[in-house]
């Protein structure tokens, strides 16, 4: 039975493009909606442009009422049915409650290697603490902040003269790799950890 993805983003929104992209052929997934939180977000117009049904749930009205946007959130999502969620560049911080709903199934892409740098500002601090190596890491989003199982993760060196621009642009990189190979045998039912290189 082919799972239904829903994407949700808060930017430019690659990471979607990159698992969008992906679930073709006999992929055991495919996506059924792309919402962002940021009614402008760039990757809006570029699931639209690839077909994906799209939605926007604004959280500014909410102010800080979590629980309101997170409602609101779900009656969103609620229209696609989604089995899986993943989180593409989405900048909200999830209360447990809604983590909770989502257990088991539920992805997030964090730009280190956790459980390493937790937050923010991960290049930079991989930078600063005169670190070999840096990357990202696909996990089960749990209702601590970027602390689930991990699923994959990819490294990349940290050269020197790095800034943490230059960084993040090579760890992107492997982002649109590590997402969608770790999305497709998650998908299976698989939860093996992916390693790359
Ligand atoms: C990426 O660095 C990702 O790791 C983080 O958000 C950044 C932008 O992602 N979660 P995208 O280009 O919007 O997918």
């Known amino acids: 039975m082919t799972k239904r993805v829903a994407i949700l983003i808060s930017g430019g ?4 493009v990159s698992l969008v ?8 997934a495919r996506p059924v909606l792309v919402l962002s939180n940021r009614p402008g977000a760039g990757g809006l117009d570029k699931a639209a442009a690839r ?3 799209t939605a926007v749930v604004d959280h500014r009205p909410f102010g800080g009422d979590r629980a309101a946007f997170e409602a609101a959130l779900q009656t969103g999502l609620a ?3 989604p089995d899986i969620l993943c ?3 989405f900048m909200r911080v999830l209360t447990p409650d809604f983590t909770n709903a989502w257990a088991g199934r539920m992805l997030n892409i964090h730009p280190s ?5 937790r937050g923010l500002h991960t ?3 991989a930078i600063e603490a005169g670190d070999a190596e840096a990357g990202c890491t696909v996990h089960e989003v749990t209702a ?4 689930g199982p991990i699923l994959g993760q990819a490294r990349v060196p940290i050269r020197p003269g790095d800034t943490a621009e230059t960084l993040a642009a090579r760890v992107l990189v492997q982002e649109h790799a590590l997402y969608p190979a770790v999305l497709r045998r998650f998908a299976a039912g698989d939860r093996t950890p992916i390693f790359l290189p």
């Open 13 to 16: 929104g690659s990471n979607m």
């Open 21 to 28: 992209d992906s679930m073709t052929g006999d992929h055991p």
């Open 51 to 53: 077909g994906v049904p």
């Open 79 to 81: 229209m696609a049915r």
């Open 87 to 89: 989180l593409a560049g």
């Open 113 to 117: 290697l956790l459980p390493k740098y």
């Open 123 to 125: 290049h930079q601090r």
């Open 144 to 147: 601590e902040l970027d602390d």
